[in-house]
């Protein structure tokens, strides 16, 4: 069983920056894909972005240049780095780690 907790979340005005993370605890597999998704209301969860096992990386068009994603060197803890914040930034984002989830924590960008 592996647990993900997410922290980091927040309200902050446009232009601002949060950090999120993510810890995972208990057997992850050796192979470790993470990501970060988002989901806001009303809309479907979307992706944001990945970090691969090999230390590929990808993001959402529509954040990169903005948002960072790291992992430290045990690939037990995900973050990330959230610059230049816009409204339609707002959701409830969630990290993955290969098939397990995190439970979700609230970004507002609000003036």
């Known amino acids: 069983q592996v647990q993900l907790v997410e922290s980091g979340g927040g309200s902050v005005p446009p232009g601002g920056s949060l950090r999120l993370s993510c810890v995972a605890s208990?057997?992850?597999?050796?192979?470790?894909?993470m990501r970060w998704y988002r989901q806001a209301p009303g809309k479907q969860r979307e992706f944001v972005a990945r970090?691969?096992?090999?230390?590929?990386?990808s993001y959402e068009p529509s954040v990169k240049g903005r948002f960072t994603i790291s992992r430290d060197n045990t690939k037990t803890t995900l973050s990330l780095q959230m610059n230049s914040l816009k409204p339609e930034d707002t959701a409830v984002y969630y990290c993955?780690?290969?098939?397990?989830w995190g439970q979700g924590t609230q970004v507002t960008v609000s003036s």
């Open positions: 993955s780690f290969n098939t397990w």
């Open positions: 208990g057997r992850l597999e050796s192979r470790v894909d």
């Open positions: 970090i691969s096992d090999s230390g590929f990386i």
